[in-house]
Every structure is written in structure tokens, then in C-alpha cells.
């Protein structure tokens, strides 16, 4: 076997019954952009084969690379040009763990590929990982593959993905998990049929930017949310655009605007659900610019309305015009007489 670079390979004979135990501790230099950098990689293995290309390891595999390390029955790893290892690939079920001063991260997948020129760990098939912070998991994802960038601290999930985050519930196409140097969730971009329940909402859209420190959430494309009230009476929202506040308790929703609440159907370019004082409920709803209102067979259009959900009533203001329909006409009933 030929290595470039300094490495070192130490055998130790444990037992029959257990078979050698094999570690190799490389020592790789990376000069990407005239930046000299360089790794430690220690590799256990009960069994290698060495074909002067790769190196394939069988057997309670496991590697620890910086802070991260990753175990499962088989994995290949690569050399590059100068012969030094480049990559490693995890099959037959493997895990990867990393950790940091202030928090703990892991995945579970069929297979697991780390690249260490990009500092990448990319894992395929039932991928499942979870971010801890004192040995609580905050952020749960599921997904048919995922690729964490190490470096950056990205998470980016594809294909049926599935993310527990507190009392949040979310299904997407995909989705981008930024996570900050303290471990802790920084923001949340998923894209493609989302789905997200919360409480007693839940929103669906084309693409939805959740930031957890600010406790907002920003819905854009074909919005539709749903949300159930104290009285388990429902209010449906249809817009371009939603942005909810959790802080403020505050909605704002702008394009398109359409609410269903009761009888209640109003429509308008942009409205805002306000609480009433004291209290996290929405219960206003100000339709601003020209918008309208129906109720039955009323229709009321204005400048601008306001809907009260609890007493139910609403107030137009502006130009208002009201119009009635199916209302019988005074020539049948002058011959009805």
C-alpha cells in the first residue's frame, strides 16, 4: 500500500473472537485559495482492503473527523490525485454526529457521503437528523436526503420533507435550516407545497421564511391558512401574501385578498388581523383599499371596512355602496295585488 503524506497505522490485536482493530490517523493538508489547512482523521475499522484508489473498511466503522464522527457496518474512502484522502462513503445504515460547544447534532441514512475538501455531509435514503441543546432535541427533519454544510452551519433537506420544531409542524417539497454558532435555530426557508400546522392554525403555500428569534413567519404564493377560534368557529384567509407577527399577534395579508368568517365573505388588496387589547386572540380585521363585503345577499363596498369577529359586525367607510340581490321587484309586486 502507498500513502503520500505522513500517516500512521496501529494494530491492535483484541481477541479472536472480536478480530483486529484497525486505525489509521491521516494527516491531510487542503490548500484551497492559498489557505493552508489541516485535519486529523482517525478511522476504526475490524477489516480493510486497500486497492491503491480506495480504501474500503468492514466492520464497526468508525471515523472521527474534527468534530464530527460517523459509524456504520461498511464505508468506502477515496483519494485524490496526490493520495490523500478526499471522501468517505457510509452504506448498509450509518450515523453521523457533531458536536459543538453549545450544541449536539445527528443524522441517520442508508448511506452517508463526507466530503472533506467541501466540508460536507450529504445523506440519502430515510435520512433523519436532530439538532439538541442540553440533550433536548429542538429541531427533528426527516426527508429522502439532506446535505449539512459544516462550515456554514446549513441543513438543506429534499424530497418529502417533514420538520418538528417546538409546537410547529411542517411538511415541504424542501427545505433550508440555518442554524447559528450557538446551536440554535436561525431560520427556516421551506419551498414547494408547504404545509405548516401551529396551535390551532395551519397555513399552506408555496414558499414559507420562518425566523424563530423574531417569531415570525412569512408566507408567499397562493397562501391559505386556517385558523379555529375559542368558539371552534373557523376563519379561512386566501392572499399572495401573509406575514404573522407572534409577538405582536398581529396578521398582516396583502393580494388577493379573500376571508370566509361565518356568513361573512369580504375580499380586498390587503387586511390586518389585530387582538383586541389584553388578549392574544385576533378579533378586527381591516380590509384597506377598495374592498368588499358579503353577507347573505347584502354586498357592501368601501375604501375601507372593518370586521369585528366577536361581536360580529363590520363598518364601511370610504365611497361605500350597498347592493342587494334577489330582492323582488316592485312591478311583481304591484301584480301580486
Do not use: C
Not at 16 to 23: P, S, V, W, Y
Not at 49 to 65: A, L, M, P, W
Amino acid at each position: 500500500m502507498k500513502f503520500t503524506g505522513k500517516f500512521k497505522t496501529l494494530y491492535r490485536l483484541s481477541g479472536i473472537a472480536k478480530g483486529i482493530i484497525i486505525a489509521m490517523v491521516f494527516t491531510m493538508f487542503i490548500i484551497p485559495a492559498g489557505v493552508l489547512y489541516a485535519g486529523n482523521i482517525l478511522i476504526q475499522a475490524d477489516k480493510q482492503t486497500y486497492d491503491g484508489e480506495k480504501t474500503i473498511f468492514e466492520g464497526n466503522v468508525k471515523v472521527d473527523y474534527e468534530d464530527i464522527s460517523v459509524e456504520s457496518p461498511k464505508a468506502i474512502v477515496r483519494n485524490d490525485k496526490e493520495g490523500k484522502p478526499s471522501a468517505a462513503t457510509f452504506v448498509d445504515g450509518a450515523y453521523a454526529e457533531k458536536n459543538s460547544e453549545f450544541s449536539r447534532s445527528e443524522v441517520k441514512a442508508n448511506i452517508i457521503n463526507l466530503s472533506l475538501l467541501k466540508n460536507r455531509i450529504r445523506a440519502e435514503g430515510s435520512a433523519e437528523s436532530a439538532v439538541f441543546e442540553d440533550k433536548k432535541p429542538i429541531v427533528h427533519i426527516k426527508a429522502g436526503s439532506q446535505i449539512f454544510d459544516i462550515k456554514k452551519n446549513i441543513i438543506v433537506a429534499s424530497d418529502d420533507v417533514k420538520i418538528n420544531y417546538e409546537k410547529i409542524n411542517t411538511q415541504s417539497d424542501k427545505a433550508r435550516i440555518s442554524i447559528n454558532e450557538k446551536g440554535n435555530l436561525d431560520k427556516v426557508e421551506f419551498l414547494g407545497n408547504v404545509a405548516i400546522s401551529q396551535d390551532k392554525s395551519i397555513i399552506k403555500a408555496d414558499n414559507v421564511l420562518y425566523k424563530p428569534n423574531a417569531d415570525e413567519m412569512v408566507a408567499s404564493g397562493n397562501t391559505n391558512s386556517t385558523t379555529v377560534l375559542d368558539e371552534k368557529t373557523n376563519v379561512v384567509i386566501w392572499a399572495d401574501f401573509q406575514q404573522y407577527d407572534n409577538i405582536s399577534k398581529t396578521l398582516i395579508t396583502s393580494g388577493h385578498v379573500r376571508i370566509k368568517y361565518k356568513d361573512y365573505i369580504a375580499t380586498g388588496p390587503k387586511a390586518t388581523f389585530i387582538p383586541d387589547n389584553n388578549s392574544s386572540r385576533p378579533n378586527k380585521i381591516m380590509f384597506i383599499g377598495r374592498s368588499r363585503i358579503q353577507e347573505g345577499q347584502r354586498y357592501v363596498e368601501a375604501d375601507r371596512i372593518q370586521i369585528t369577529l366577536e361581536p360580529k359586525n363590520f363598518q364601511a367607510e370610504g365611497n361605500v355602496k350597498t347592493r342587494f340581490t334577489q330582492v323582488q321587484s316592485y312591478k311583481n309586486i304591484n301584480k301580486d295585488k
